[in-house]
C-alpha cells in the first residue's frame, strides 16, 4: 500500500518566517505534487515534479517555491510566509507521468497558520 | 480553462435514502474523470477513473456515470459510514495536471 507521509499534521507560523513542508512517498512513485484546499475552492495545484530536480508551476505558485533533492522527498517551501497562506496544505504522488491514466495517493495534510 | 462545478455543495440524507451527487465540467479535451472520497482530518482517497462518455464504474454502494458534459456518483442505500466529502477532478489533453471540484460534503444520518 502507498504511504505518502507529511511531517507535520499541525503549523504556526508568524508572517514574514520561511515555512518548509515535507513529504515522502514509500513507492518509488515519478510524480509529486503540492495542492492547497481552502473551503469553497476546492484543491489548487500549486507545483508538480516528474522526476528528481525537475518542477513545474501549477495554477497558484506565487509565494511558494519546492524542492526534489531525491525521488521520495518533495519539499514545499513559503519564502516569506503571508496570512493568506494560511490553509491545509496535501501532498499526493502518482507512478506514471501522466495524471490521467494513475490516480493521485495523498498525504494527511498539513494545516498551516500564518498569524 | 478548465472548470469543474459540484453540486449540491451539502448533502443530507437518511439511511437508506438513495440518491446522486452531480459534478459538471468543462475541459479542453478529456483524459479522464477522478472520484475521490476525503474523511474528515485525511487526504483524498482514490474511488474511481472514468474515460469516455456512457462509461460506468462501481464499488459498493457507488456508482459512477459519465456523460460529454457531467458524472454523476450515484449512492444506492447509503450508510453512515459513506458520510464523506466527495471531490471530483478532470484531466485535461496535457495530461499532467487535475483540476477538482469544490466537492460535496454528504452526511448520513442513521
Known amino acids: 500500500d502507498v504511504k505518502v507521509t507529511q511531517s507535520s499534521r499541525y503549523l504556526v507560523k508568524r508572517t514574514g518566517e520561511k515555512v518548509f513542508l515535507e513529504c515522502v512517498q514509500d513507492m518509488d512513485h515519478e510524480n509529486m505534487f503540492w495542492y492547497r484546499q481552502d473551503p469553497g475552492l476546492g484543491l489548487r495545484l500549486i507545483y508538480f515534479s516528474y522526476d528528481v530536480k525537475m518542477k513545474e508551476k501549477g495554477d497558484i505558485p506565487e509565494g511558494y517555491s519546492v524542492s526534489r533533492e531525491k525521488k521520495e522527498r518533495f519539499s514545499l517551501i513559503l519564502e516569506s510566509a503571508s496570512t493568506n497562506q494560511t490553509s491545509m496544505y496535501l501532498c499526493a504522488s502518482s507512478l506514471f507521468p501522466s495524471s490521467y491514466n494513475s490516480p493521485l495517493h495523498f498525504g494527511n495534510g498539513t494545516r498551516l497558520t500564518v498569524t | 480553462e478548465d472548470q469543474v462545478t459540484q453540486s449540491p455543495e451539502a448533502l443530507r440524507l437518511q439511511e437508506g435514502e438513495s440518491s446522486s451527487l452531480n459534478c459538471s465540467y468543462t475541459v479542453s479535451g478529456l483524459r479522464g474523470l477522478f472520484w475521490y472520497r476525503q474523511d474528515p482530518g485525511k487526504g483524498p482517497e482514490f474511488l474511481f477513473t472514468?474515460?469516455?462518455a456512457g462509461e460506468e464504474k462501481e464499488k459498493e454502494r457507488l456508482k459512477a456515470t459519465l456523460t460529454k458534459k457531467e458524472s454523476f456518483l450515484h449512492i444506492t442505500a447509503p450508510k453512515p459510514e459513506d458520510s464523506a466529502t466527495y471531490l471530483c477532478?478532470?484531466?485535461?489533453?496535457?495530461?499532467?495536471?487535475?483540476?477538482f471540484g469544490g466537492g460535496t460534503r454528504l452526511m448520513v444520518k442513521p
Open positions: 477532478a478532470v484531466c485535461n489533453n496535457a495530461g499532467n495536471m487535475l483540476t
Open positions: 472514468l474515460y469516455s
